[in-house]
């Protein structure tokens, strides 16, 4: 197979309705403007005393399952899918590079042909059956989100995500509508694990590193944003995570384990049920 080490320089997508199937409103929440009707909700709750204050989450897989397997199974072999999401065979996470740094989604398909015209084609059967890929919200992120916001603390989004295929999610997973405010890379063109969109995202929330938690299920990310200060977990799963920032001293209810039965969850808020 033919292979270039050359990336295409990005032509950043027009964020226009039009091209972004976005409104200019959702256009403004991508690029980190704040989510008004959240922070009325929560604005009397008062925040916790400790030194983390902010909760900052990655998107997919953290807050909602994507997988690339879901629109290409049913057409590929496992093996092809592997190799087309090993960079080193097709180019996957350079194409992806160019698309969340807000890089048109057919500049990224050209990257893969360089290595091989087979995989820029597969990268555009992909792309055309994108939204296949969104496998619904991660089991228990909304009621961590809500955990947090009870206890005070303001809950952000931190993704890398093209502008032409971002207009997916806000409207099928309900949890992005809960967080505060959010930024996607590819409509302030910075992308993790760069220092500039971890900047952009104090400067947009009004936060320091030092009081903020960053998750990401990527370790690079996440040595990314602690090497700027932030405190970080590498998500593994839902579990782990609330585990992670009990152990960092979040207040938010702890798991209950089996020999808990006899136990209430501590913050339960079901008195209206009664």
């Not at 009621?143 to 809950?155: A, E, N, S, T």
Request: charge should be negative; proline fraction near 7%.
């Amino acid at each position: 197979m033919a292979h270039q080490n050359s990336v295409e320089e990005p032509q950043f997508v027009p964020l226009t309705p039009e091209r972004t199937h976005m409104s200019v409103e959702q256009i403004k929440r991508a690029q980190g403007q704040i989510n008004q009707s959240v922070h009325d909700r929560w604005k009397n709750v008062a925040q916790p005393d400790g030194p983390i204050r902010n909760v900052i989450f990655d998107f997919g897989e953290v807050l909602v399952h994507w997988d690339p397997f879901g629109p290409l199974s049913a057409r590929y072999e496992s093996d092809v899918i592997r190799d087309f999401r090993s960079n080193a065979i097709s180019g996957f996470d350079d194409a992806n590079d160019v698309s969340d740094h807000g890089g048109s989604l057919s500049a990224a398909c050209r990257v893969m042909d360089q290595h091989d015209p087979f995989w820029g084609a597969m990268m555009r059967f992909y792309l055309h059956h994108f939204d296949q890929s969104l496998m619904g919200e991660i089991p228990g992120a909304r009621q961590l989100v809500d955990d947090l916001h009870r206890k005070g603390y303001r809950c952000w989004g931190l993704s890398n995500w093209s502008p032409e295929n971002f207009y997916w999610v806000p409207g099928r997973y309900p949890v992005i509508s809960e967080l505060d405010g959010y930024l996607v890379s590819g409509f302030i063109h910075q992308f993790k694990p760069h220092k500039e969109i971890f900047d952009e995202a104090c400067s947009k929330f009004g936060i320091t590193p030092a009081s903020s938690v960053f998750i990401d299920d990527k370790p690079k990310n996440v040595a990314a944003s602690q090497s700027f200060g932030f405190h970080g977990i590498v998500q593994k799963n839902p579990q782990q995570v609330r585990h992670d920032l009990r152990r960092m001293g979040v207040a938010i209810p702890a798991l209950i384990h089996s020999g808990d039965l006899a136990a209430r969850p501590d913050d339960s808020d079901d008195s209206e049920l009664k």
